[in-house]
Every structure is written in structure tokens, then in C-alpha cells.
């Protein structure tokens, strides 16, 4: 018996081909998540699986489910499906359609209304540094998080080269010292929590290429700004020493 993401497939190419030919692929994305969700339903399930009711029934009950949320061809989608009783593939179908639409779209992201990032395509290789350059507010802080993952994509997907391991370092510097009265021990501690004491204070100096603390504040907080008291006790840099790409939000 074939497994149902290989019976799905053809059902989420076509779809896609709908979408596309229509420029329309966010709004099938939709579509597909929605009537999924819906038919995942435990008395929506029981129903389209009960042999006792027609296609015609089960149509009528999906569609009086989600309403005008469905355009015509996605209404006409979801008959075909149940009327080839392939209903209940949908999550695969809605999985697999999302795949192919991110393989051929660039990155876009949009908070509400604002479409901050769309259709973004770059290809950073090694050796290769990028500044992304632009006024507040065009999404260059946006696009680094959802080049490390901390921020997920509307649409396209993020591809890292064989044995590289992104680090970054926040442009607000508070999004990764957790606990404000946190000391510069402390922070560095929990990046090598196996370690004694004595090897987090052998860090703390300044040594070839490796970004340290001054000597004299490692018990001071990792809180405060650039204009603030707590200056002293933030990097003068960053350093991963086991990152391969370093990402660094508006250095100061």
C-alpha cells in the first residue's frame, strides 16, 4: 500500500499549479491549513469517515465549516477530494504544497498588515561578508532572526551549507543576557557549563583573537546601555569560537 504522502503528492502539485497560475499562493497556503485543521475535528472526522453518508453530504458539511474562507477553486478542491475519498490527506497535501511553494518563493515575512520582507533571495558562500544596509524599519533585523531560525519565515526557507553553525550577536543586547542581574561570569558560564570557574575567569582577558571582559568588571551585571553605567560590563566584541558564521545586529 503507498504511503499517503506519495498518494498526496499529485493532489499538492496540482494545487500549486492552481496557485501559481492564479498568483495565489499564499491564500491556497491558507486555504489548505484551514479545511486540515477543520477536518481534524473529531465529529468532522467520524463524519467523513462514516460510509453511510454521501459525497454530497460530507461536501456540505466541510464547506458549511469554513464558510466563504474557500474561493471557488478551492471549494472545487476540496469536492474533488472527498468525491475521490482522498479527504482525509489534506495535512500531507497542505504539507507538501507548502514545501513546493518555499522552494519557489524568495523569504517574505509580515507583521499584521506590514509587509516588512518579500520575496528576498541571497546566497552568502564561504569566506563572503554582507552588510545589509537600509533606514529603520525595512526588516534587516527581521531577516538575520529568520536567517538563525529565531524568527520563522510567511514563506521561503533558509538553507545553511554543510558543517556551518551560525552564531549571532542581538542588536538589543538584552534579548540573549536573560536575567538582568546577571554577572559577566555568569553569562559566560552558560556557554561552557562543564567548565570550572577558573577556566571562565582564564577567558576573561584579552587574548589574540578572542572578545573578553576587563578583568575588573567580571562581577559587574551585563545589564546597561552604551550611555548607561553599565558600559563597562558589556563585550567589547563578539567571538564564537565554534561558529562558522557569525551574525552581529548593528554593532556597537
Known sequence: MAEPTTIARPYAEAAFR?????NALPAWSQMLRLVSSV???????????????????KESLVLSVVGDKLDPLGRNFVRILIEGDRITLLPQIATLFDDLRNSAEGVAKAYGPEQ?????????RRGDR????????????????????AVEADAGKVEWGYETYPGYFAQDHREQLGEPRTTVEEWLWNFCPGEPIGFVRGQNVMR????????????????????GRGAKDRPRGVFYPSDSNATSDKPK
Open 18 to 22: 492552481l496557485a501559481q497560475e492564479g
Open 39 to 57: 477536518i481534524a475535528e473529531p465529529r468532522i472526522a467520524a463524519a467523513l469517515d462514516n460510509p453511510r453518508l454521501s459525497a454530497a453530504d
Open 208 to 227: 589574540g583573537d578572542k572578545m573578553v571582559f576587563n578583568t575588573d568588571t567580571g562581577a559587574g551585571q551585563v545589564t546597561g546601555t552604551a550611555k
Open 130 to 149: 554582507l552588510a545589509i544596509l537600509g533606514p529603520n524599519g525595512i526588516g534587516k533585523s527581521t531577516l538575520l532572526k529568520i536567517a538563525i531560525g
Open 116 to 124: 516588512v520582507l518579500h520575496d528576498v533571495e541571497l546566497q552568502v
